[in-house]
């Protein structure tokens, strides 16, 4: 049972980049599957949620990111669709799953101004 994230990378103002977080073995199927970011010296921010149907976002990146997931047999991947991108949004992205709070290695988003 893990999450493996990937997709991170440096981009610019304004540009746009995909993460995903790959969740493998049994019972991801129906875990709720948060985004969480954390910048240095800052509190780590929860990002946005997708659950069975439903989804949630930070007020910071409302109607700029997008999750969402793909349920597979064996595998859940979740997708965070990051456009329009803004340096403040740099920070290492993390993927949990709620039930079992388990936690994926992180992912760096580097966004220049």
């Known amino acids: 049972v893990q999450l493996q994230a990937s997709g991170g990378g440096l981009v610019q103002a304004g540009g746009s980049l995909r993460l995903s977080c790959a969740a493998s073995?049994?019972?991801?199927?129906?875990?709720?599957i948060d985004w969480y970011r954390q910048a240095p010296g800052k509190q780590r921010e929860l990002v946005a949620s997708?659950?069975?149907?439903?989804?949630?976002?930070a007020d910071s990146v409302k109607g700029r990111f997008i999750i969402s997931r793909d349920n597979a047999k064996n595998t859940v991947t979740v997708y965070l669709q990051m456009n329009s991108l803004k340096p403040e949004d740099t920070a290492v992205y993390l993927c949990?799953?709620?039930?079992?709070?388990?936690w994926g290695q992180g992912t760096q988003v580097t966004v220049s101004s």
């Open positions: 949990h799953a709620r039930i079992g709070n388990i």
């Open positions: 073995g049994s019972g991801f199927r129906f875990n709720v």
């Open positions: 997708v659950g069975s149907s439903d989804t949630a976002y």
